[in-house]
């Protein structure tokens, strides 16, 4: 049985069923901007997993769909650097209307080096799709396509979005109380 919800950490931001018609929303106006275009959707794992299987339902069935695995965050800080895209290979991209579908625009890291790779693999049209954006001043700047949700810059779990790989398989977004300053050894 899953555990109460004041057993978790933090407090709900955006409930279930608020995820699921926003995605519906978004969904909608993808199709409609695409039309009966082929597209490939790239979606970035694990944190997109959930998003962009609900999202994707939603879309035509000649619908591709590609996932790239790849990480910059440890614990709740962004390490500054992309692991992950030097495995990708497969899939081909070239000439092809391509979606980056992710879970959050944060630094804008990801996003710019997956784009980057997607230019380099000659992607004809490059679009972003996030579920959520934090309203930071960005180190990469670059526009997403197509937002879910702005919210606060805080670390938020679910929905595919973890801490130290838990909390994913929540079904609503919850924010975590601001980390403690580390004590000083010094
Ligand atoms: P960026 O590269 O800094 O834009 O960060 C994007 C990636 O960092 C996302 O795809 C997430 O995997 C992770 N991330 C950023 N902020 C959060 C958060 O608040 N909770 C969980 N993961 C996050
Ligand atoms: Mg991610």
Known sequence: ?????????GRTLISASAIQRRVRTL?????THYGDHPLTVVGLMNGSLFFLTDLTR????????ECWRVASYRGRTSTGKLR????????????RHVLIVDDILDTGLTLHHV??????????????????????SRRHRLN???????IP???VIGYG???????????????????RKEKSLA
């Open 161 to 179: 979005l973890d801490l130290n790989h838990a909390y994913r398989t929540l079904p609503m977004i919850r924010v975590l109380p601001e980390a």
């Open 144 to 150: 997403a396509h197509w937002v879910g949700f702005s």
């Open 27 to 31: 969904a909608h106006d993808i199709r």
């Open 1 to 9: 049985m899953a555990p109460p919800s004041t057993a978790l950490p």
């Open 115 to 136: 784009q980057r790779k997607l230019r380099a693999l000659h992607a004809a049209d490059i679009k972003i799709c996030v579920l959520l954006k934090k309203e930071v």
């Open 84 to 95: 992950g895209l030097d495995a990708v290979i497969s899939g081909d991209y070239r000439g």
């Open 58 to 65: 939603h879309l035509p069935p000649h619908t591709r769909i």
């Open 153 to 155: 810059n805080r670390f």
